[in-house]
């Protein structure tokens, strides 16, 4: 079996204006193929919105083929045509966490390598199996654009699941790689450590940061995103010393290992900070979105406004707004519960 492939590091697909598309249209003829770069691991790009930068899926070679995190069901397409193309079998798909964008199109993926394993952290496995539940929280918070956006995730059938624990080993044939959990984002959230490579593979641990840019926004969306658990997750990815660090969005860490962490629980400290205070004098989402958007900018980096407008893509204002009232409101439910 091989172990290892090579794959151009050219970026596919002509760059297209900005316009209205969506994830949705990605399977159309027009739009570009997903780009791969790098070869260990492979970055796979399915360039969303038609252009490069958004969103990342890391293949890592061996005698077992993994694919970390295959992103949205609208994705899928491009990224099992660019996987097609070069004849790559997936054995293994691991997933950071289940949110759309990472983990919608696993279903869809996993159907076209019937013999692939899927290995997912505990607590969201079920979900997987049976994503029900899982259409319905993500309807409740996108409503009606979920479809367009991300599409819909199909069943994977429950056997082919492996649910992770902190500390599991996946096997991935000659390297074993290392399941961290890493709450906060979400609950069910786990990075993977490669030692053989010395590579992190972080998901949405760290929040946001795209290319052009060192800022690192944070990604605090609902249902259940924990500051506590998030900084904590932060302070215990910074503590394996990893060379080289990777995100769901995008590519490697720009700041390097030595200023990824820092930042993130820098940009996130002073957000969370930020929102409270502002929550004190105003429930308005403008005040609010506003007061967003200052931190953003409170760094000394400015910010070119096509970045501004990715990050806010990848990212929404009004979507880390409801993942920190929804952290808020747990909290008083918890202090009323207790009283
Ligand atoms: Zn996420």
Partial sequence: MNTRFHVPTKVFGARRSRGERTEGDAGTPSAPPASFSGSDPVLIDPMLDDNPGKSSSYLLPGSRTTLIDPGS??????????????????????????????????????????????????????????????????????????????????????????????????????????????????????????????????????????????????????????????LDSIDKLEQIGAENVFLAHYGAARSGPDGIFSQASDALERWHQSFLKKKEQTDSEEDLSRQFNACLEATLEPIAPSVRRDLEAVSPTWLNLAGLNAEQARISGQLSDAA
């Fill in 73 to 230: 069901a609208n994705a899928a397409p491009r990224i099992l045509e660019a996987l097609k193309s070069r004849r790559i079998k997936v054995d293994l798909i691991l997933l950071t966490h289940i949110h759309p964008d990472a983990a919608a199109g696993a279903g869809v993926i996993a159907d076209q390598f019937p013999g692939a394993e899927i290995a997912a952290p505990a607590g969201s496995t079920e979900r997987l199996a049976d994503p029900a539940a899982l259409v319905s929280d993500m309807q409740k918070v996108y409503g009606d654009r979920v479809e367009r956006i991300y599409g819909l995730p199909a069943p994977i059938d429950a056997r082919r699941i492996t649910p992770l624990e902190d500390g599991d080993k996946v096997d991935l044939g000659e390297r074993p790689v290392e399941a961290i959990a890493t709450p906060g984002h979400t609950e069910a959230h786990m990075s993977f450590f490669d030692p053989s490579s010395s590579s992190l593979f972080c998901g949405d641990a760290l929040g946001v940061q795209l290319p052009g840019s060192s800022v690192v926004r944070p990604s605090t969306p609902p249902w259940d995103f924990s500051l506590p658990d998030s």
